[in-house]
């Protein structure tokens, strides 16, 4: 016979007057808290089917009167968003590439080689995430002028092989496997390198999950970064376009503009839905052995 699935709170402590207001409060919040975070989103998708009038109507109603699908096709008239779409598909699977790459090894090393000052370089990398990106960028900027990098997508994947943030979570991931068993392999002859393909990756999918999902919300949402580096509105990624051609246009009213937005918001949430599972896995082993 199944037993009940045990919680923080047993059937006895619900029936205590306290525990109940109490868990009434906590649930509250919540419910406070999920209101907060879809509102806006539900606001953007009803607000793409009202016409401009409607928009703008006080007293203000979340639902359409009169669903306006016209609005999709005289956004997608307005801007183009295929080449952007692919633009930042180029900046994402170059960053997943290079970060999972080096990020990898950086951490594979720091967890389970025996490196000199290896705590004094985990310390600098765990320093590093204390300071502000803003205080980085225009060196940052000047760097990649000096190499020549400016108005290319290597001014974006250089960068993401330097993560400090991904360096940690990694090695946090790789702390929790047993090095009984990268020793068992260096004891059959494998190398370090070997040791890393062929028994560390395939035991690292939730993890090297996290950190795709990871980039993809970083490149899909970053539209300063790239408005800085690139010069040629041809390689602009669908950030950039929608904040230079939509958000600050004057031409377009705002329910064209809901429509668009509406659009870019898909592929995020598709993205997360496929890989929710793998994500949520990942997120908790990195945070029980962090």
Known sequence: ???????????????????????????????VLAVTMLYPFATTIFSSFKTNQEIFMFPPSLFPQQFQWSNYAEGFKYVELFRPFMNTLILFGG?????LMIVSLAAFSLSQMKLPFRKGITLFFMSTLMIPSATYMIPSFLNL????????????????????????????????INKELFEAGRMDGASELRCFYRLAIPMSIPV??????????????????????????????????????????????????????????????????????????????????G
């Not at 047993?10 to 205590?16: A, G, M």
């Not at 960053?95 to 970060?99: E, L, M, R, Y």
């Open 208 to 289: 090297f999950s996290t950190l795709l999902i990871f980039a993809f919300t970083s490149t899909w949402n970053d539209w300063y970064w790239p408005s800085l580096v690139l010069t040629s509105p041809e390689k602009y990624p669908l950030a950039s376009v929608v904040y230079r051609n939509i958000i600050q246009s004057f031409n377009l009213t705002w329910n064209v503009k809901f429509s668009v937005l509406t659009v870019i918001m898909l592929p995020p949430l598709l993205f997360f839905l496929f890989f929710q599972k793998n994500i949520m896995h990942g997120l908790n082993l990195s945070g029980v052995k």
């Open 95 to 99: 960053n997943a590439v290079i970060s």
């Open 145 to 176: 002028q000096s190499l020549g990098l400016i108005d290319s997508y290597w001014a974006f994947w250089l960068p993401a092989g330097a993560s400090a943030f991904n360096i940690m979570l990694l090695r946090s991931f790789f702390d929790g």
């Open 1 to 31: 016979m199944s037993q009940p699935e045990r919680s923080i709170m047993s059937s006895f402590d619900l029936k205590k007057g306290s525990v109940r207001i109490g868990y009434s409060i906590m649930l509250l919040a919540l419910l």
